[in-house]
């Protein structure tokens, strides 16, 4: 049985010093109270950041002021640690709001293979869109969390919120069946929550399957939908420009994994992979 499958009961949030790990927090501690889930945070101290503070040429730039200063570790330590316990606050924070069970854990390694080593043990991993590259694309622990996790991953967009209606491409298979499931869940409302993208070769296979996410939801009527095509670049152009989230499973027949990392790119709504 996939997380999918069962329900939410933990939701892992990656945390850093970026505001968008701020906003993921936001984001699961308000998916938490939906769901009655706990709120797990973790963070990473990056080893290799680590490993290059004890470079002999290595220089921390002050933001705004662009001032250099030597980068040593054990300066590096300890700006980890004042980072961490400011997360565990806000975390902290977010669980009192929301009223919710919640706890905090620090790791240290690599920071993409800690945060999907925890993910195994969550029903949904939550995840900023940061990135160090000029730009303002997904960094790496987002694009190997969409490419590589078994448990559902929600990178989120330039939006905080994880509001309905959430767009769900939708092509009948058993992977795309788990991920309107979860996306059901999510919405709290099946009917009105959700639109389908139907990802078909013609506009009567389209009917067909809104018929089938009608019997899969039990609903008296069919989930609005919009027949896309049959093929990736549909699903690209319905979704690029919408500000709700973005629901897909990452093993869908019709859909090549290599489009997510694009769907990451292009997008600015959140987009959550399910497996």
Sequence with gaps: MTPADRGLRRILVALDA?????????????????????????????????????LPCGLQIS???????????????????AVAARAREAVESAARASGIA????????????????A?????????GRVSRR????????????????????????????????????????PE????????????GDAAGGLVLLLVAGREEDARGLAERARQRLALPTPPRSRWIGGGWEGLVAAARGARSPLVLSGRS???????????????????????
């Design 63 to 81: 933001m705004p002021s662009g001032t250099a200063r030597p980068l040593d570790r054990r300066s590096m330590e300890s700006e980890l640690r």
């Design 134 to 173: 000029i730009g303002s694309g997904p960094g790496a622990t987002a694009r190997a969390a969409a490419r590589e996790s078994s448990t559902p991953v929600l990178v989120m967009g330039r939006e905080a919120e994880i509001e309905p209606p959430l767009l769900v491409a939708y092509d009948g298979s």
């Design 119 to 127: 993910a195994r043990n969550a029903d949904l991993l939550v995840l």
């Design 176 to 187: 795309a069946d788990r991920a309107l499931d979860l996306a059901a869940r999510l919405s």
């Design 18 to 54: 970026s505001r968008a790990s701020l906003e993921a927090l936001e984001a699961g501690a308000a998916i938490a109270s939906r769901s009655g889930a706990e709120l797990e945070a973790l963070f990473v101290e990056d080893i290799d950041l680590l490993r290059a503070a004890g």
């Design 253 to 275: 027949p019709a859909l090549p994994e290599i489009l997510i990392e694009g769907l990451l790119d292009e997008l600015e709504a959140a987009v959550l992979v399910v497996r």
């Design 102 to 117: 919640s706890s905090f854990r620090v790791a240290r390694g690599r920071v993409a293979v800690e945060v999907l080593g």
